[in-house]
């Protein structure tokens, strides 16, 4: 087993880009640790402070409420930190301002082919985690696209949140590759673009958990 996850054996959920009631509990009912907002309009998936306060307050004890910017001002982010617990940031950001509401927060890293990221990691020091997603110019995520998993090291000072372009059928696969500590999912369990399907999450989720289940017996 990887260096990154010795003690860790059960990966943690994360369905990204909830919209509707319905969403919060088809991810809960499948076992979700967290759920991810988006709070950039230019998202399909966006939306806003007044559905984000509805939304936040269906969703139980003990599952993370994540509301996720791209270059907020940091009124917004203020705003909304009341409906959340843990704020992702999808952007430039830099660290003093990621660091500034409170809250505890994640870093997107999107993978550009020049990208340090031991160095990024280590700029962003204060993050909780760090999550790592595709690159493509122009799209801050959700693309729908993975990215070449043997980039990130075995070692690596902050928990690895994976996503891009993960699936029911690819997750199996990144876990066994990248043993990452949380695998983050939006466009691959959405029938429609933009809307979460209650199968494709629940079919998320049971690969996550057959992964780990095979992983721990040394598959
Ligand atoms: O989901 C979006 O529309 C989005 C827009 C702008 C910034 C980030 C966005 N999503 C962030 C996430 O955490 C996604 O889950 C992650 O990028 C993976 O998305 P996907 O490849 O579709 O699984």
Redesign the pocket.
């Known amino acids: 087993m990887s260096e990154r996850r010795l003690a860790l054996a059960r990966t943690r959920i994360k369905f990204?880009?909830l919209t509707r009631e319905q969403d919060i509990d088809a991810a809960v009912a499948a076992g979700a640790d967290a759920l991810?907002f988006?709070l950039?309009p230019g998202?399909?998936?966006g939306i806003d402070e007044s559905r984000l306060a509805r939304l936040s307050a269906r969703v139980p004890a003990f599952v993370t409420r994540v509301g996720?910017f791209?270059d907020p001002s940091p009124a917004l982010v203020a705003r909304c930190a009341e409906s959340l617990d843990l704020l992702?940031f999808?952007g430039d950001e830099p660290p003093a301002l990621c660091a500034s509401f409170s809250r505890p927060w994640i870093k997107?890293l999107r993978m550009r082919e020049d990208l340090d990221l031991q160095m990024a990691v280590e700029t962003y020091d204060g993050a909780q985690a760090v999550?790592l997603?595709?690159y493509r110019p122009g799209v801050?995520?959700?693309?729908?696209?993975t990215f070449d998993w043997s980039r990130i090291p075995a070692r690596l000072a902050k928990p690895v949140i994976l996503?891009?372009?993960?699936t029911p059928d690819n997750v199996a696969d990144a876990i066994a590759t990248v043993r990452p500590f949380a695998v983050?999912?939006?466009?691959?369990v959405e029938a429609d673009a933009g809307l979460k399907d209650p199968e494709q999450m629940l079919a998320f989720a049971n690969a996550v958990r057959h992964a780990d289940h095979a992983n721990l017996n040394g598959w």
Do not use: F, I
Not at 184 to 188: I, K, L
């Open positions: 990204c880009g991810g988006v950039w998202s399909k998936r996720l791209v992702q999808h997107a999550l997603d595709a801050p995520g959700g693309t729908g696209e996503a891009g372009g993960l983050d999912v939006s466009g691959g």
